[in-house]
């Protein structure tokens, strides 16, 4: 330990000598009641391990395990650790959606970290926003910390084929929803698709913001791809451990790893890795935290000379084991080259640059080379404006069937993904191949929480003539692991107001990923006269957490925090004298 202990945080709780004060020796006597001798913890670094394991959570279920893998680490790197539970957001459970409770995840990660004797963190998370909202937390909070995700599950297994959480759900959903498949088979892909530990295998949310994690500086390289099965796991947490101690002794923030060039290097390597458009809220919303300008537009801007590289679903047909064994994000990254800003610190004390530079890839068929890529550059995700949405709105382009990317059709709209659902396999719906569906009231204040429903399924009748897409536009979000033209974010959103709000089925709707633009083919007069008649809809809470996220909520362009918890707060815990 090269720090004095007076140095250390946790000095101001436990002090130095026995007679350093009646607060002091309070805290002493209660560390002594939990069973520590002054030996294991006065003068060593004190590191929060903040577990979002649960019962309730599969991603997180063998998260304790890791934790005990990363105590280990502290340990032997000279620290004292101490695990925490903290809030656990489940994609698979959580009502109405886990994005509601992002915000409050990461507020608890923050205040946790602040009020108690924390010298650095070790974030455990995976699932889809316990990533974003644990590095959130620590961002506002300024001690040393460093995140360790649960890692993939193992590819799916269906009647002799791969299969991949999410993507081939849908899939075989709309499969059963024609007539294609019934009872036996789905009760099949049940039980083969999701079968063990770890987050979703596809390039979906989570698999997304841990490469984001990665990629930022805030994981150790190779992180993000380690199936969470895989023994390089545990080494993996257990070198966290270590590290994070030594990241308490040289006073590496999260401020100084997450700069600008960390995050226009997530960014490209979202692009590269065609993740999920969650991502864009994500990032936002974390750039928020630690006062990086960072904006909407960045996210179109900066990809155009980015092609998509890795060859994985929902994009592509690989799963996330492929690309662990192909070389990992590392691999990615290096390939990129000079589309990155190499000298950007880590997690390791070293630059992303130095970090990659021997990275090898072992397959060129799921990790593609920049000069013979997937897709083309440009195709990651785009950013669209229009009357339609002033402040924006984003397709995932890799995902989308290339022939709807400019399209021209009639609305046909629905105030609720319920209310579509009650007649999506009404044979006589209006809708044709060129409809443009409309979901809405589905964002930040409107649902709440802007859950993953965008992406609708396509009516029956459409499915049974073989129609594989339509033009789906939403105020709210998709998961990450789904796929087809689906213009996402819509802002403002129906609930506040925006120009959604006041589309009627019928209108004309123009789609122009090329030139960027999303119109409603209505004329203004028309459009001020509909605003005027219309109303928001009634309040959907009136106390607790509901109502103060509804309250405060910002919109999708700007990240969807809340607007009292933008920037950060720092380490000092106020008055602490008691």
């Not at 000279?78 to 995840?105: D, H, I, W």
């Not at 075989?172 to 770890?198: H, M, N, Q, T, V």
């Not at 890795?273 to 991502?279: C, K, L």
Request: glycine letters at 10%; one cysteine or more; aromatic letters at 6%.
């Amino acid at each position: 330990m090269t720090k004095a202990p007076e140095e250390l945080r946790s000095f101001r709780w436990f002090g130095g000598a026995r007679t350093s004060g009646q607060r002091a020796f309070g805290h002493r006597s209660r560390m002594r009641q939990l069973g520590v001798e002054p030996a294991e913890h006065l003068g060593k670094p004190l590191i929060a391990i903040l577990n979002t394991w649960s019962e309730m959570n599969p991603c997180h279920m063998h998260l304790r395990e890791r934790a005990e893998q990363v105590k280990r680490g502290v340990l032997e790197a000279g620290g004292f650790p101490v695990e925490f539970p903290v809030a656990t957001l489940s994609e698979s459970f959580q009502k109405p959606t886990p994005m509601m409770y992002r915000n409050l995840l990461a507020m608890d990660a923050e205040e946790i970290l602040r009020s108690y004797p924390a010298d650095g963190a070790v974030l455990m998370g995976g699932c889809d926003k316990t990533t974003p909202a644990l590095l959130m937390g620590a961002a506002s909070a300024g001690i040393p910390a460093i995140y360790v995700t649960a890692g993939p599950m193992l590819s799916g297994h269906y009647r002799g084929q791969r299969v991949g959480s999410g993507t081939d759900m849908w899939k075989f959903w709309d499969d059963a929803r024609a007539g294609k498949i019934g009872e036996c088979e789905l009760a099949d892909l049940e039980c083969g698709i999701a079968r063990s530990p770890g987050h979703c295998m596809t390039m979906g949310t989570a698999s997304t913001m841990a490469s984001m994690a990665e990629a930022l500086g805030m994981q150790l390289p190779y992180s993000a791809t380690w199936p969470a099965v895989d023994a390089r796991r545990y080494e993996t947490a257990q070198r966290a451990g270590q590290r994070i101690v030594s990241m308490v002794e040289s006073d590496l923030t999260p401020d100084k790893i997450m700069t600008r060039a960390a995050f226009e290097n997530a960014i490209k390597v979202n692009a590269a890795i065609g993740g999920s458009t969650n991502a864009v809220i994500h990032l936002l919303a974390i750039a928020g935290r630690l006062g990086v300008p960072l904006q909407l537009d960045d996210f179109d801007t900066l990809i155009r000379d980015v092609p998509t590289l890795v060859n994985l679903q929902p994009s592509g047909k690989y799963l996330m084991e492929d690309f662990c064994y192909a070389g990992g994000l590392p691999a990615v990254m290096r390939e990129l080259g000079g589309l990155l800003h190499p000298g950007a610190l880590t997690v390791t004390g070293a630059s992303v640059g130095e970090n990659v530079a021997a990275a090898p890839c072992w397959n060129r068929d799921v990790i593609m080379a920049l000069d013979q890529p997937f897709q083309a550059a440009g195709t990651g995700t785009a950013v669209l404006r229009g009357n339609l949405a002033p402040d924006g709105a984003v397709i995932k382009q890799s995902a989308a069937s290339p022939q709807l990317l400019k399209h021209r059709g009639r609305a046909l709209v629905f105030d609720s993904p319920e209310a579509y659902h009650q007649v999506a396999a009404d044979p006589d719906l209006d809708v044709d191949e060129d409809t443009v569906l409309i979901i809405r009231y589905c964002g930040p204040k409107g649902y709440p929480g802007m859950p993953e429903t965008a992406n609708v399924p396509l009516p029956a009748k459409l499915l049974k003539r073989g129609v594989k897409d339509l033009v789906r536009i939403c105020d709210g979000r998709m998961s990450g692991t789904a796929y087809g033209t689906v213009v996402l974010h819509v802002a403002p959103e129906a609930a506040v107001g925006g120009p959604l709000a006041l589309v009627r089925t019928g209108d004309w709707i123009t789609l122009d990923v090329t030139a960027r633009t999303l119109s409603l083919e209505v004329p203004d007069d028309e459009l001020a006269a509909r605003r005027a008649a219309w109303a928001p809809p009634p309040r959907l809470a009136t106390r607790g957490w509901t109502w103060l996220y509804t309250e405060h909520v910002q919109q999708a362009d700007t990240g969807c925090d809340l607007d009292f918890l933008i920037g950060k707060s720092g380490a000092q815990v106020g008055r602490d004298s008691h």
